[in-house]
């Protein structure tokens, strides 16, 4: 059984950073792609990031590029997501996920996901 644990979110102003954590455990096929979506009240899923399994080469939405880092420490099977200059818009519960695809699109049709952890960002 897969699960995926995020944590790490919280309130902060606008400026600010705060990184997320997602601990996996369970079977997952080995080129799994490992990512982030986030869903604000009455919008839909948007793809955030995601990290590819072997070259950890990294992929974000043009959104969060430049201010957010994904990345993974498979040792500890910790997934990151490192979130700076933090607006409003980017208040959101964000969602842990794994799938075959690397897409960050893909994200929000994941195979796995988490239980979310919210994060609030005030002007």
């Known amino acids: 059984q897969v699960q995926l644990v995020e944590s790490g979110g919280g309130s902060v102003q606008a400026g600010g950073s705060l990184t997320l954590s997602c601990v996996y455990s369970g079977y997952m096929a080995v080129r799994v792609c490992m990512g982030w979506f986030r869903q604000a009240p009455g919008k839909e899923r948007e793809g955030v990031a995601t990290i590819h399994p072997t070259f950890l080469t990294t992929y974000y939405a043009d959104a969060v590029k430049g201010r957010f880092t994904i990345s993974q420490e498979k040792a500890k099977n910790t997934l990151y997501l490192q979130m700076s200059s933090l607006k409003p818009e980017d208040s959101a519960m964000y969602y842990c996920?794994?799938?075959?695809?690397?897409?960050?699109?893909?994200?929000?049709?994941?195979?796995?996901w988490g239980q979310g952890t919210q994060v609030t960002v005030s002007a």
């Open positions: 996920s794994a799938d075959s695809s690397c897409s960050v699109e893909a994200t929000t049709t994941a195979r796995y």
